[in-house]
């Protein structure tokens, strides 16, 4: 009997793109799928749109506003697959996604996890970009997050396929988190696994550039979240192995969140920057084009991240000539 797949969608006010993403998972042309949404507190009419599927076999859970990460945890609860196909609400997949990754793994090492290419659209899924990226490719665990962590490549939620026996090896999601909570949890799957499979032909439509996503958020508390992930994949790192290598990686990791962090949080990120050169210092620097690259070279990194982002400022509204009160 071919292997049961639960595929898990985590759902907050999604009602304008979560029509499109069941339907997306009701067409796997892999014969034994379980969907399970769990609506994480929706205002909309996400949970509606929702119930609606039930008759087409979706199960449908609802709870109190609690996180994506507490959403993912509760419908980790009442799985029953083989293999586990985490999905955010505003994404799509392929139809023979799983189905061609079930076949790599198949015939794979016994712990592998499959990854496949993903490209990014805004409204039409035909207009997806597919930009090959360096961990694009077959990798074992330390090489796939050395990668990573030096910003050659990321996998969003969807573009994986995890056995179930990694999911309960690595533990729940991190319910602290909501910036990076799946760069988190899938270095512990990872870090559990006997290395990445990558399907060519497994494709994933990763949805960007919507209002209020949680990626796009530079709030104190996102930026709080960011660190936390980010000590939290170093100390997974290190714990698995110290050595030159892992050192560098996290290095890599913390001088890349230092360049993200400044300069809307500039303590964060000359924190980011010590634990970089506490761990033997990154050779990486801040991304941006001609001009960033010049000014930097003049001024500084700093002062030119602040004036890139004077220049890029929305100009401010004109006053009011009459006070109100």
């Not at 595929?7 to 969907?35: F, G, K, M, Y």
């Not at 794979?108 to 996890?113: E, F, K, Q």
């Not at 910003?151 to 991190?174: I, K, S, Y």
């Not at 030119?304 to 109100?324: F, I």
Request: a neutral charge.
């Amino acid at each position: 009997m071919p292997p049961l797949v639960s595929i898990l969608i985590p759902s907050h006010n999604a009602a304008p793109w979560l029509a499109a993403t069941l339907d997306s998972a009701l067409a796997q042309t892999h014969p034994r799928i379980e969907v399970i949404l769990v609506d994480d507190g929706s205002r909309d009419k996400s949970l509606s749109i929702a119930r609606s599927y039930e008759a087409r076999g979706i199960r449908v859970f609802a709870q109190p506003n609690s996180g994506a990460s507490a959403a993912r945890n509760h419908a980790l609860r009442v799985a029953r697959g083989d293999f586990i196909q985490f999905f955010d609400a505003d994404d799509l997949i392929a139809p023979d996604k799983i189905a061609r990754q079930l076949a790599n793994l198949a015939a794979a090492a016994p712990g592998s996890i499959a990854a496949g290419p993903w490209g990014r659209f805004e409204h039409d899924p035909a207009s997806a970009l597919f930009f090959p990226e360096e961990n694009w490719r077959d990798a074992a665990p330390l090489d796939w997050l050395a990668l990573n962590f030096a910003g050659h490549g990321m996998m969003p939620p969807a573009a994986w396929l995890v056995p179930r026996t990694l999911a309960e090896a690595a533990g729940p999601w991190d319910e602290r988190l909501t910036l990076n909570d799946d760069g988190e949890y899938f270095c512990r799957v990872l870090l559990r696994s006997a290395g990445v499979r990558f399907c060519a032909d497994a494709r994933t439509f990763y949805r960007s550039n919507l209002a209020g996503s949680l990626s796009r958020r530079r709030s104190d508390a996102a930026w709080q979240s960011a660190w936390l992930s980010h000590e939290l994949c170093a100390n997974h790192l290190l714990e698995h192995e110290r050595s030159p290598r892992t050192q560098r990686a996290c290095a890599d990791l913390f001088q890349r969140l230092a360049y993200e962090m400044f300069p809307d949080c500039p303590e964060l990120a000359a924190a980011a920057e010590a634990r970089a050169r506490s761990l033997g210092g990154s050779p990486l620097r801040a991304a941006g084009g001609r001009s960033f690259r010049v000014a930097s070279h003049i001024i500084g990194w700093k002062h030119a991240r602040r004036l890139q982002r004077w220049l890029h400022a929305p100009t401010a509204p004109t006053a009011p000539t009459v006070h109100e009160t």
